[in-house]
T-cell receptor, first 115, second 110 residues
Framework: EPEVTQTPSHQVTQMGQEVILRCVPI?????FYWYRQILGQKVEFLVS????????KSEIFDDQFSVERPDGSNFTLKIRSTKLEDSAMYFC?????????????FGPGTRLTVL | DAKTTQPPSMDCAEGRAANLPCNHS???????VYWYRQIHSQGPQYIIH???NNETNEMASLIITEDRKSSTLILPHATLRDTAVYYC???????????FGAGTTVTVRA
């Protein structure tokens, strides 16, 4: 069964450093998403991406964040200058169509620890 | 602005059916009801979704009331591996995102 994969599974970085989290969505999917979950809190939407542009973003997704689909398979989330409060699980998801009409499939997540 | 209300926790005996309620009294006509679960800190896992008809798949059944203001997720024979946080999410046809609440923490006991 096809699945969303994410690398690395755990990333440790120093405050102020740039990190890139990588995702390989399911191959025939057209919509891509990033969510995050701070330890003990809810899963929060960050951004959705379709047709090589951002469809929607949350207030969390400020200028420090960017997304890219550099090739036909990868989807990345970059945090330009990490802060302590960026420590969280980051989940990538993909779907064939919009959220309401098609299922979003989530990856296993990347645990980001900012020291 | 929470669109759904779920009990914070519930216990269930292994092998028995688990009935998870969700209230979505302000749901509108173009909004679907989705159920996901999250086992420990893994990525959310899709379970089932529906608009107004009851739905069943290999994992669960979804019963939506006629007025669509509430629904129940049924896990027919709960196993220890079904211990997870279960999220009921209302999602409209224009939504690009899923809005997760706190969900119901389901503990299946042997």
């Amino acid at each position: 069964e096809p699945e969303v994969t994410q690398t690395p599974s755990h990333q440790v970085t120093q405050m102020g450093q740039e990190v890139i989290l990588r995702c390989v969505p399911i191959s025939n999917h057209l919509y891509f998403y990033w969510y995050r979950q701070i330890l003990g809190q809810k899963v929060e939407f960050l951004v959705s991406f379709y047709n090589n542009e951002i469809s929607e973003k949350s207030e969390i997704f400020d200028d420090q964040f960017s997304v890219e689909r550099p090739d036909g398979s990868n989807f990345t989330l970059k945090i330009r200058s990490t802060k302590l409060e960026d420590s969280a699980m980051y989940f990538c998801a993909s779907s064939e169509a919009l959220a309401s009409t098609d299922t979003q499939y989530f990856g296993p997540g990347t645990r980001l620890t900012v020291l | 602005d929470a669109k759904t209300t779920q009990p914070p926790s519930m216990d269930c005996a292994e092998g028995r059916a688990a009935n998870l309620p969700c209230n979505h009294s302000t749901i509108s006509g173009n909004e679907y009801v989705y159920w996901y679960r999250q086992i420990h800190s893994q990525g959310p896992q899709y379970i089932i979704h529906g608009l107004k008809n009851n739905e069943t798949n290999e994992m669960a059944s979804l019963i939506i009331t006629e007025d669509r203001k509430s629904s129940t997720l049924i896990l027919p024979h709960a196993t220890l591996r079904d211990t997870a946080v279960y999220y009921c999410i209302v999602c409209s046809s224009n939504d690009y995102k899923l809005s997760f609440g706190a969900g119901t923490t389901v503990t299946v006991r042997a």
